[in-house]
């Protein structure tokens, strides 16, 4: 069975993303780089909502995300990714696929099929659907040290409590800490 696991950062309050989807508080230092490029290297299969895909999609196949991070570029743009979007055409990133319909379903079938495992970056609409039914089997949150005003939580619209236990840490020099966790 493939694990699926999420990989999201926050604010100390909760938010995944500020007022307009804004994600420039979150630390990008060479110590979060490593630790993209060893996830990357995993081979994991990436999971994203349209909003989250857009913006993946936009940079990291950039002349400008090469020049500055050409290994998480590179695996970015060379891993098999999948888009959950009932309104987006066509998924032209390369490597990816288009899941309009029944996501909860499909990723039930995905999970019991062998290959790859998967990790939804971003994305917390996907997450909060898939946490609801008790689709996920890590969370990899990186909390940076700052609070907004205002922003979406990580969970927005949960509708049952995810009781979780602490599986692993990691801080960053630059203070942001990485917490692991499993469903109980």
Same mark, same amino acid.
């Given at each position: 069975?493939?694990?699926?696991?999420?990989?999201?950062?926050?604010? *100390?309050?909760?938010?995944?993303?500020?007022?307009?989807?804004d994600?420039?508080?979150?630390?990008?230092?060479?110590?979060?780089?490593q630790?993209?490029?060893? @996830?990357?290297?995993?081979?994991?299969?990436?999971?994203?909502?349209?909003?989250?895909?857009? @913006?993946?999609?936009?940079?990291?196949?950039?002349?400008n995300?090469?020049?500055?991070?050409?290994?998480?570029?590179?695996?970015?743009?060379?891993?098999?990714?999948?888009?959950?979007?009932?309104?987006?055409?066509?998924?032209?990133?390369?490597?990816?696929?288009?899941?309009?319909?029944?996501?909860?379903?499909?990723?039930?079938?995905?999970?019991?099929m062998?290959?790859?495992? @998967?990790?939804? *970056?971003?994305?917390?609409?996907?997450?909060?659907?898939?946490?609801?039914?008790?689709?996920?089997?890590?969370?990899?949150?990186?909390?940076?040290?700052?609070?907004?005003?205002?922003?979406?939580?990580?969970?927005?619209?949960?509708?049952?409590?995810?009781?979780?236990?602490?599986t692993?840490?990691?801080?960053?020099?630059?203070?942001?800490?990485?917490?692991?966790?499993?469903?109980?």
């Open positions: 069975m493939r694990k699926l696991t999420v990989f999201n950062f926050t604010t *100390l309050n909760g938010y995944f993303k500020g007022l307009h989807d994600i420039s508080w979150h630390m990008h230092g060479s110590e979060q780089n630790y993209s490029v060893e @996830m990357l290297q995993s081979g994991n299969t990436l999971l994203f909502g349209r909003i989250t895909y857009e @913006m993946m999609a936009g940079y990291w196949s950039s002349a995300a090469v020049k500055n991070n050409p290994q998480v570029s590179e695996g970015m743009n060379k891993a098999g990714k999948i888009v959950f979007s009932r309104t987006l055409e066509k998924a032209g990133w390369y490597n990816s696929t288009l899941i309009k319909n029944n996501i909860v379903d499909e990723i039930k079938r995905m999970k019991a062998p290959g790859n495992d @998967m990790a939804i *970056l971003g994305s917390g609409s996907i997450v909060t659907q898939f946490a609801d039914e008790g689709l996920i089997d890590e969370y990899q949150i990186m909390i940076d040290p700052v609070a907004l005003g205002s922003g979406t939580p990580l969970f927005s619209g949960i509708k049952q409590k995810l009781d979780l236990a602490l692993h840490t990691r801080s960053f020099e630059s203070g942001v800490v990485l917490l692991c966790y499993q469903p109980v």
